[in-house]
């Protein structure tokens, strides 16, 4: 009983100790700026890595989540510069996106092809259409009001867009842990096949966690378009290999059947801390990703040493 | 087993059918000439999905081959820059290159197998530290050809039957990969534990042999695709290959590999491959529209993949309509 | 019912955040400008710290510039941080400058790669009393101090342009353009001048196609360059914008041996192009010295913050002479360098 941590909670400890380790060493680690830079940097990206932990919990996977996000961010952006009001414009925005979902959905669920391919196309396409629309070009044009969404404070102290992502990673948890959707999302992780012959709707319930990461990736368009002041076809390209890394961080299973928002959180926290607490201390670029790839795997051997463990303790216990 | 073939002769037709509406829009892609710079230029991309083939239909996936590629051409560059100009220098580069894509790749396949991290994660990882790596040794620094001994542009510039020899050594991997997966022990060991991981291992498979043997065959090609980019470009640009990981993966699953493992063919990669390389070439010779160049790229994937998956349907409907009836 | 309850609460909730959102970003706004005021006094012991971002760091270009900044650095006696994200992508970018500010450096340098994006971010910046200026690439004018470009868009382009010209040595013909990426700011600036002047002077000039993407990679502008060589017989020449384009094109002009049939002209590094400008695959690369916009801006920020102003004229140690704009902020470094067989020996980069 003695080893009960779980992965999330092992994750926790570890990025505590990245934050504790930083303050310690990085200057201005922990002055009120930096810490409001942080949370200002981390909802965009948990946002797209929560989507795509959803998905991931299916089995799936989602390539085309920062397209969607871009796609989604460019229309509310066209819609502003051409004086619709801020409100339709993030409407018909998270519309768009959710249309990238059901086009996802669709052809997964109905036509039966698997999410990798699915998504590898559809990514393309998206971002072809994005050029198609813009033509290459940045389009920025918004209101005072749309822009306090990725840099205005609540109550003065804590941002915005942190308000809307910790909003949504309980939807999230909640959506998963406590409704029927929930439930089946992990039946069908874990076993597609035999929760279709109980009974379950599998392609009703794949088709809503597509729907819902392009919501999501729609959100975090919403705060990245905001913060950063315009929409163009790159938006938050870089996201899309980092945010599989964060949901698989987090523990998620990359067949399908586990994960745990609070994991995610974690992992994107993990993310965050190293990111920052390394430009801090001037370390070159190229090696943050050196780092951020061995924490990677640190972890999951970390996981596979204390199974390891585990085992042999239960095997002692029963021998 | 008529059906097996059908997904190659599916990705076959759309093939056809793209090669005769370009030929009628452009006579150009026709031409020996056009389909020699279309084969050539997708040698490294094929070499590449050879191994990810073998990856992928033991279930697993290999995200880092394209840094692991780039490390190799690093590393042979500034060799070749070095090595005096002889012959033998080039066939010891060749064996370093392949020694260090084994190596690295090694180093994933015991991640995998004796760690036990699912695939994706470690070569994520990895490729996120080979590439810092190589980008801070390097510092993007870009080798071009004036410094390489003249015998490696030589061998580059060879032609055997007025083809390049890159297209020779793409399809002696090519070969290479079919005997293996058809005529030896271990290539019968990596469909079956691909087609049921349990049943092979009660025959007695010892599977981290096999997921070590797959991913150090992939590092293997990766450190001949190396040599065969370094050949192509005459240059060494630790960033040229950027993102490639995704189009090998591509052409594997459009070749009909199945992406959850247990089935997956040499020719089908092969015209995978193909289907890609053609697609990418006919933009500029359709004159399509800048713009819309990627538009036309997406819809043709969702549509053969779509296409595929639909006969393979209609297939299976038909087989359990004949087993009802009889 | 659940449902509804779930969806009502919702709408209570951001209507809760809509509320109180406005008011807030000033107080924060004021809490900034406190601190402010202990932070100068920090630097009074230390040396300054001039932070220089350029659009990514890992290709040659910009390890050329660094190369100048931090000999500048050297030279003046002052701090030069340079960082900047491993792909050209505007998010990276931000949150860069962000973790400066953090830094609390005394000037920030930016090449921007998407002009508007970095507004909101050099705005904070700004606010903190940190010195904005932009370099390579020009940000928000309405916040930048100085704004230091290499090299004058509009001359640059035509220049491209009638080289191409010159060197094809006809004023009728088909030619084509490659660019780096479809949507990178001045590539399209100076692919635009460029156009300007052809329209203008040589009506008998045809493009063939749109400016044709590469992808910032020498191999595929290899293969669009095989592509364009088969798809358009006549060609006659092709500019190439972004610096492996050019490579990628002569590459493909060298293969077929078609050196005296068509003209290639592109912004190459004489370092990389020099094999290429040898047998004439690529005609000429025209740029500017990378180093030398490096010391420059690092010359400039730290002349911003002694108070002096760049005057034109101005003779820039080891950079030479520069020119400023009548609105006294915009410097440009000088006239383009021609890079030919002849003297692209010469430079280390």
Redesign the interface.
Known sequence: MKIALSKENILGLIALALFVVMTIIA???L????I??MM??LP?FGLLALGMMVVIITGGID?SITYTAALSGVSIAMMQSHGYPMMISILVGILIGLACGFMNGF?VTR????P???T??????????I??I?????I?GFSD?Y??I????????IP?SM??FI?FAVVTSVLLGKTYWGRCVYMIGSNSVASLFSGINTSRVILKVYLYASFLAAISAII?TS????A????????L?QS??AA??GGT???GGYGKVVGTVYAVMIFQIL??GL??L?V???????????I??AV??IN?AKTKLGNKDRMQVTS | MKSIMKKEASIAVIIIILSIVLSFINPVFLTIDNILDILKGNVVLGILAMGMTLVIITGGID?SVAAVTTAVCVVIGKLLVMVPDHIGALFLLLVIACLLGIILGGINGF?VSK????A???T??????I???V??VTNGQYLNSTDFPKVFLKFSNIKILGVSILIWLFFLIAILTWFLLKHTVMGREILAIGGNKESALRVGINFNKVQIFVFAYMGFLAGIAAIAQISYTKAVDPNGLSGLE?SV??AV??GGT???GGRGTVIGTILGVLLLGIIQNGLILARI?I?????????I??LA??YD??QY?RAQAQLSRIEIDS | MKKLKFFVSLLF?FGL?AG??????A??NK??NN?QASETKNDANGKLKIAVVPKL??IPYFNAAEKGALQAGKDLGVDV?Y?????A????Q???I???????VDVIAVAPN???????VLKKAKE?GIKVIDWDTPADQSIVELSIHQIDDEIYGRHIAKTLIEKIGTDKGEIAILTG?????NL?AWIDAAKKELEENYPGIKLVTDKIATDEKQQVAYQKTLDLIKSYPNLKGIMAFSTPAPLGAAQAIQEKGLQNKITVVGTALPKDSKPFLEDQSLDVAILWEPNKLGYLTVALAKDLVEGKKPQDGQNIDNVGKIEVKEDGKTVIMGPPTDFTAENAGNYDF
């Open positions: 200057p201005g680690f002055s009120a700026e930096n409001n830079n200002f940097q965009e390539l052809i036509i039966g092809v698997s990798i391919l699915v590898l196309g559809t990514m393309i396409l998206f971002e072809g259409v050029l198609s813009t033509k290459g070009n940045s920025s009001w822009n306090l990725g840099n205005g404070y609540y109550l003065g102290l915005l308000i809307i909003f990245m913060r950063y002041n315009t163009k076809v790159d938006l938050g390209s870089s996201y290999l599989v890394a698989v961080l299973e990359i067949q990111s920052n430009n801090l001037e070159p670029r190229t090696i943050v990703n050196v780092i951020m790839g061995a990677l795997i999951l051997v596979f | 995200v991640l760690i036990e991290i699912p994706i994660v470690v994520l990882g990895t490729m996120s530290m590439n810092g790596i980008l801070y995704l993966i591509a699953v459009l199945n992406i959850m529209d713009f819309w160049q990627k538009v036309v790229v997406g819809l994937i969702l993949v779509s998956h639909i349907k | 909730l955040l109180c959102v406005s008011q807030n970003s107080t924060s809490s900034a601190g760091v890992g941080i960082t900047g994200p491993t792909e992508d505007a998010a990276q931000v949150k860069i962000e973790d400066l500010i953090s830094q609390k998407d002009p508007a994006s970095l507004t909101p903190q990426g479809l949507s990178a700011a399209n």
